[in-house]
């Protein structure tokens, strides 16, 4: 079965601070993704990857970076976290020459920033 | 970019009732659709999809029905069971381009028992 593990479940940061929420998979696969989900938005791109040190950016990858040093692992970087980023982060991943297909997903990590 | 509407945001049906989540996109060159089903404190997972270049898809007790000309599609739940209560998500994608799934906001189903 394909396993997509996130850091942690839940996170609680301040303000300003750095904050680094890691994602790995255990299927090798290719594309790797990001998305923030808040009640009434659904599910939002954040940035994407479909290589090792390859990056896209989604539809909302203001205040946010990534970072692709292996292929099984994908890490959302926070700069300087600020309260609108509290939210749900999910990662995802799915295998090369199908990045429309099932993207299975990790459990997610709550991120409160206070 | 694609647009998706997800309709409607919360549904409540009785056991043994069908359900019915709508969708519509904007980008008449998508060709995939999916739908993600979301349990309490889990990741979303894939339960069903279907291409452009197929009208109805069923499986077990879901169903997926695509209309592009009108370009929309639905998901049908029927004799809803008390497990089904979950999130669901339609998405949409050009499935040849390379491109992300876009997905609507999500309904929040109940099955009450």
């Known amino acids: 079965d394909v396993k997509v593990t996130q850091s942690s479940r839940y996170l609680v940061k301040r303000t300003g601070e750095k904050v680094f929420l890691e994602c790995v998979q255990d299927?090798?696969?290719?594309?790797m993704f990001w998305y923030r989900q808040d009640p009434g938005l659904g599910l939002r791109l954040i940035y994407f990857s479909y290589d090792v040190k390859m990056k896209e950016k989604g539809d909302i990858p203001e205040g946010y970076s990534v970072s692709r040093e292996k292929k099984e692992r994908f890490s959302l970087i926070l700069e300087s976290a600020s309260t609108n980023q509290t939210s749900m982060y999910l990662c995802?991943?799915?295998?090369?020459?199908?990045?429309?297909?099932?993207?299975?997903f990790g459990p997610g990590t709550r991120l409160t920033v206070t | 970019g694609e647009n998706v509407e997800q309709h409607p945001s919360t549904l409540s049906v009785q056991e043994g009732d069908s359900a019915v989540i709508k969708c519509t996109y904007s980008d008449s060159a998508s060709n995939y659709f999916p739908w993600y089903k979301q349990e309490l404190g889990k990741g979303p997972q894939l339960i069903i999809d279907?291409?452009?270049?197929?009208g109805e898809k069923k499986d077990q007790r879901i169903a997926v029905t695509l209309n592009k000309t009108a370009k929309h599609f639905s998901l049908h739940i029927t004799e809803t069971q008390p497990e089904d209560s979950a999130v669901y998500f339609c998405?949409?994608?050009?499935?040849?381009?390379?491109?992300?799934?876009?997905f609507g906001k999500g309904t929040r189903l109940s099955v009450i028992a």
């Open positions: 279907i291409r452009s270049n197929v």
């Open positions: 299927m090798d696969h290719e594309n």
């Open positions: 995802a991943s799915n295998p090369r020459g199908q990045i429309t297909y099932e993207q299975y």
């Open positions: 998405a949409a994608s050009k499935a040849w381009g390379n491109t992300p799934l876009v």
